[in-house]
């Protein structure tokens, strides 16, 4: 099994600022993804983090809001730019192989004021 | 477009009670998880249906999946407190190796009472 950590856990931010996220593997994954989870919704996928190269996004997230960095098997930094209270969410990394099992850090709490 | 409808979306259970919740997927998919989470915690995988016909149990809770209907099940048995939580299922869409990108349902709110 693998055991994903994310930092920050938690953070309050002003509007306008940028805050980044760290998601960290203990063991090799081929697949890395980022969730956002608003409060008291379900989770939507933001994008795919493609090792070495641009992120894939779904439809109704860009780069330029939600910059993803990738460098290795193991680490992914989310970014959320220039924040509004509509960020306020939880933001989950997930970390797959096979797809057999899928594991997710902890989240990170953001709230926006 | 994948869509992922969880039903009921609010269930309160009397404590020692049985009942099911439903998960209905619109795109063909063999691959079904099902997760549990706490108020103010991240995710906790419960099971992984990867074909027709699987069922899997553990504890109190079952599921099952029948790819042709695309539809999943999870079953509560003589439901306890414990079990209080939201339950999502999620749905992966296969393409090439990409998997573990999931599209959940909306998740049920579980609450058990005596």
């Known amino acids: 099994s693998a055991v994903i950590s994310q930092k920050p856990s938690r953070d309050i931010c002003q509007r306008g600022t940028s805050l980044t996220i760290q998601c960290q593997v203990d063991s090799q994954v081929t697949m890395m993804f980022w969730y956002r989870q608003q409060p008291g919704q379900s989770l939507t996928l933001i994008a795919t983090a493609n090792q070495g190269s641009e992120a894939t996004y779904e439809s109704g997230f860009v780069i330029d809001k939600f910059p993803i960095s990738r460098p290795n098997l193991t680490f992914s930094t989310l970014t959320v730019s220039n924040m509004s209270p509509e960020d306020s969410s939880i933001y989950l990394c997930s970390g797959s192989n096979s797809g057999n099992t899928i594991y997710f850090g902890e989240g990170s709490w953001l709230t926006v004021v | 477009e994948l869509k992922v409808e969880q039903n009921p979306l609010f269930l309160s259970m009397q404590e020692g009670k049985n009942y099911t919740i439903y998960c209905n997927y619109s795109t063909t998919s063999d691959r079904l998880y099902w997760y549990r989470q706490d108020p103010g915690k991240s995710l906790e995988s419960l099971f992984v249906?990867?074909?027709?016909?699987a069922v899997k149990q553990e504890g109190r809770l079952m599921a099952s999946l029948d790819t042709k209907a695309r539809l999943s099940t999870l079953h509560i048995t003589a439901a306890v407190h414990d079990l209080s939580a939201t339950y999502f299922c999620?749905?992966?869409?296969?393409?090439?190796?990409?998997?573990?990108?999931?599209?959940f349902g909306q998740g049920t709110i579980l609450t058990v009472h005596p």
């Open positions: 999620a749905v992966d869409i296969p393409g090439g190796t990409s998997y573990g990108k999931l599209t």
């Open positions: 249906l990867l074909s027709n016909g």
